[in-house]
T-cell receptor, first 111, second 113 residues
Framework: RKEVEQDPGPFNVPEGATVAFNCTYS??????FFWYRQDCRKEPKLLMS???SGNEDGRFTAQLNRASQYISLLIRDSKLSDSATYLC????????????FGRGTSLIVHP | NAGVTQTPKFQVLKTGQSMTLQCAQD?????MYWYRQDPGMGLRLIYY???????DKGEVPNGYNVSRLNKREFSLRLESAAPSQTSVYFC????????????FGPGTRLTVT
């Protein structure tokens, strides 16, 4: 299994829809995870961190399923401005400082 | 507070030419990173500096060198550019190397012909 896998999409949803993405990881020792957002031709920006208890920030909810080794990002009431690529990041374990970025899931929100 | 800045924004090189990409952060972060991003690939770490005075190889260091000039600045050098180094290069910083809450610069789009 690859270290981090994401469905590249695109996920094409209407405004107001609820959409969820998953990110599977192989390193069972990882304790924390991150979601970044990347707009077209821009730099990635940190969206949320994900720990065992999950995280919620407004319309965004991130969850961790440690047993099945995936993290999820749920976006409620999608806005046009949510259109972007969402990257998950899995930190390393064992003393390395090299994180693994997923290839990203593309979201397109249309009117 | 500019965050992370990078220069240049765009660059075209011929094979064999050299250049240095500059990065600076004004957030007093200890750790800095250089990534490359290619179509269909995730971000890949080239080199990082966990703290001022240290640098370490990432996943794809071949063909690159780095210098942590001071706490603010971290440069990436291509000594002899190759077409395979055509990519978008991002610099990032974080408070500590153990924190993966990283702040990215706007990127440098490099084309090697």
């Amino acid at each position: 299994r690859k270290e981090v896998e994401q469905d590249p999409g695109p996920f094409n949803v209407p405004e107001g829809a609820t959409v969820a993405f998953n990110c599977t990881y192989s390193n069972s020792a990882s304790q924390s995870f991150f979601w970044y957002r990347q707009d077209c031709r821009k730099e990635p920006k940190l969206l949320m961190s994900v720990y065992s208890s999950g995280n919620e920030d407004g319309r965004f909810t991130a969850q961790l399923n440690r047993a099945s080794q995936y993290i999820s990002l749920l976006i409620r009431d999608s806005k046009l401005s949510d259109s972007a690529t969402y990257l998950c990041v899995v930190p390393p374990s064992g003393g390395s400082y090299i994180p693994t970025f997923g290839r990203g899931t593309s979201l397109i929100v249309h009117p | 507070n500019a965050g992370v800045t990078q220069t240049p924004k765009f660059q075209v090189l011929k094979t064999g030419q050299s250049m240095t990409l500059q990065c600076a952060q004004d957030m007093n972060h200890n750790s800095m990173y250089w990534y490359r991003q290619d179509p269909g690939m995730g971000l890949r770490l080239i080199y990082y500096s966990a703290s001022e005075g240290t640098t370490d190889k990432g996943e794809v260091p071949n063909g690159y060198n780095v210098s942590r000039l001071n706490k603010r600045e971290f440069s990436l050098r291509l000594e002899s550019a190759a077409p395979s180094q055509t990519s978008v290069y991002f610099c990032a910083s974080s408070v500590l190397a153990e924190s993966y809450e990283q702040y990215f610069g706007p990127g440098t789009r490099l084309t090697v012909t």
